[in-house]
């Protein structure tokens, strides 16, 4: 008999564990919240990838193909975990489903159970949601994905755009003291498609540090020579309204250091990453530890990544801290290979 | 019989992709060019890995361990591959070790070859090799690691020390536009180490963005917070030689916007990674691509980033680009993963 794994929640790692478990003939079985597979990047319609602007469908909408047409893999949407415990060295959990619960013994679990977008109506300075023109980069990435890169107030071109980085990252007034490591590239790439959709708007982004780390800085480069984007170090302290149906940044200018006040015609908040309250439930139901920044805990940040403080329950993708979709696709690998040793060493 | 595969080198990669490997009973030969397991962790003899101050040797001897003690891996030291040829969906290689030459027939392949550190004498502004107290961050990785905290010149304890960031990282000048990811992190963590082996010694950071991502940015918090690190926006433009045994600093601040001229009693580069010699040899040797910075080409940098352009050819690890050991060891997993998936399928 076939080893049997569960893989909790469907996105870029999930998928990626689950297709590959499903190669050495392992039966799967993934359970997803939502009503769909492909996680936040299908849920927010991302539309192109840093750093090469590969379309998100083509890496998203493969692993989503592979996962449902594998007859090794069953998919369960709209589902969750409703009951865990340890049976031994295997797990009996049962996944409550539109069709019913069902409880299945496993060998081992994979738990992937991604982020959540930082709400930036939580921060009052940012004024989003009281004005239109103010959006967030999963709002900028949706209305690029439909083609709609106007602003959302009037339905005209902008004439010039601003993006604010670190909102709701790097921040103790918020509760996130940590940085989210993608918002700075994912910034820096609208900006670009910004300025390629509109030559005559202009692109600005107020920053603290610009964190396009490793090859993601061929990028920022690019923004600076080819496109032309205004890299401003600084911080803005207040969003108010402005003339002629503007939206007005007020703030610091830390290298000019003096204050400016610029009206702006779009602004999009680089919203970051938290654990959500997904990864306080499955440490609670799943027995796991969650860290100091409310994700959930690996057992050792260097060594072991990918394990979890259960045994035979591993971790992939941003459900242990924020990361590139690159970065889950990879740990979703490694977690698999973990969870296949411990099922064939226990099964 | 059980499946053969061939990881080339022995850092943290490699090592984590061998014993993975091993405890699925597949039998693992590991061939290292230097005469000792652990890559460059091992061979500068790092002392305390970011961000949770770890004992490397905790992290690496763990994992050199499992690897000479397993009796599915078989490793060859001070070796190297010379000879690689395609064998239908198989590989042939011919190991070259002290001992003579061994060829096998390997059911996949996983290059695992690392990274070099940047040679800060290459870029003479810094005085590399010029002043004995202008050393780099993998000097005082192991003058830390041997206990030795001193300024090399005479002995003494440092009254103030510098640490210059991008050295060889984001200058086109020396050819590297992209950023080294983690050298930010590991002065940061230094500076912390050496303010807490002498708290009268004054510590700066000259920095362009201060790039501690994701949860390494709790250890900018501390080294600000708690240990009162001087962090300076500012390039050094050149390093002469002071009065009284010193080495200055010359520069501009960016955010003073004035220049300065501080004299130091150690500085400390904190240098990048590079491709290395051995990435464009194990190009050429096995047919894979590389990338413009010289690293190994993934297939996909997103969908498949631990694939190389050769079926049943697989990468892990820094030589695909500048990254940390825990992302070098996920890597190692997920390499794992998929090396084995083609191993059953084409055994």
Known sequence: MAENILVIGGGPAGLNAATMLSELGVKVTLAERDSFLGGNPK????????????????????????????????VYLSSEVSDFKENGKKF????????????????????ATGFEHFDPARDAKYSYQL?????????????????????????????????ILCVGSRDRHVGNQYCSRVCCTVS????????????????????????????????YWKAMEEYDVQIVKGRVAEITSGENNTVICKGEDTLLRGPFEIPFDMVVLASGMEGGPQSSEMA???????????????????????????????????????????????EGGAAAMDAYIYAVKNH
């Open 284 to 330: 609670k139901k799943l027995g796991l530890e969650l860290d100091e920044h409310g994700f959930l805990k690996p057992q050792n940040v260097t060594l072991a990544p990918f394990k979890s403080n259960k045994e035979g329950v591993f971790l992939a993708g941003a459900c242990t801290g924020p990361k590139a979709i690159s970065d889950s696709i990879t």
């Open 188 to 219: 820096v790439k609208q900006a670009i498609e910004l300025r390629e959709h509109f030559p005559d708007c202009e692109v600005y982004i107020f920053y603290m540090d610009i964190r396009t780390y490793g090859f993601f800085e061929d990028l």
């Open 92 to 111: 009996d959990a049962t996944i409550k489903s539109p069709d019913g619960n069902e409880t299945k013994t496993f060998d081992s679990v994979i738990v």
């Open 131 to 163: 004005f239109d023109d103010v959006i967030d980069i999963k709002d900028l990435e949706r209305m690029m994905g439909e083609g709609n890169f106007v602003r959302p107030s009037n339905g005209q071109p902008p004439k010039n755009v601003a993006f």
């Open 43 to 74: 849920k927010f319609k991302y539309k192109f990838l840093f750093p090469d602007m590969q379309p998100a469908d083509d890496v998203i909408g493969k692993l989503i193909k592979k996962a449902e047409t594998n007859s090794n893999i069953k």
